[in-house]
């Protein structure tokens, strides 16, 4: 409420005049930093694939390292790390921070649940070999995924790789079979 007029106040009682800020001036996103392109974020080869709260995942991956099942050449840290990009292309597909379904597809495809066959466990264990410690493979193996997989469930998936089936979830139906190492 205010003060009448007619009410002595005290110099250090009285209301200040507040400083205005001047209206800003236009904004150009000139800064180094800048996405300057239509598109947003670029897109491509190795390139990874934006989305919000992605180290949630990891936290994801610590809970089902329990659930995997390693041929006797592999390692958990590979594992996780490898699948970790898959996991987090198909959150980011859908907007999304990853969630548990998102790592259980990324495990399924590269056959790290239970029931994996022998030419998919052939296949991925050159591409798994020291995943943990090099990005260019980590990158490699979440490229190799096609969007139509990631946007399958981690049951369909699972019910595909048998029979080669693997080979057309990663669309690999063109290519020829790898050697056996």
Partial sequence: ???????????????????????????????????????????????GTAGPDQGYALKLAQLMTDRLVLGP???VEDAVTGCLGVALRRAACYGRAPVIHDLELAFAVWGFLAGAPEDLVAFRRPLF??????????????????ESTLRLGADEVEGRLGGGGWRLLLGLEG???PASA
Avoid: K
């Fill in 1 to 47: 409420m205010a003060q009448p007029e007619y009410v002595p106040v005290a110099l250090r009682d009285r209301v200040r005049v507040s400083e205005r800020l001047p209206t800003p001036d236009a904004w150009w996103p000139d800064r180094v930093g800048e996405l300057r392109q239509q598109g947003g974020q670029p897109a491509g080869p190795r390139l």
């Fill in 175 to 177: 290519d020829d079979p």
């Fill in 73 to 75: 050449h592999d390692h």
């Fill in 129 to 146: 070999d020291g995943a943990a410690h090099h990005y260019g493979d980590q990158r490699a193996i979440a490229d190799r995924v096609p």
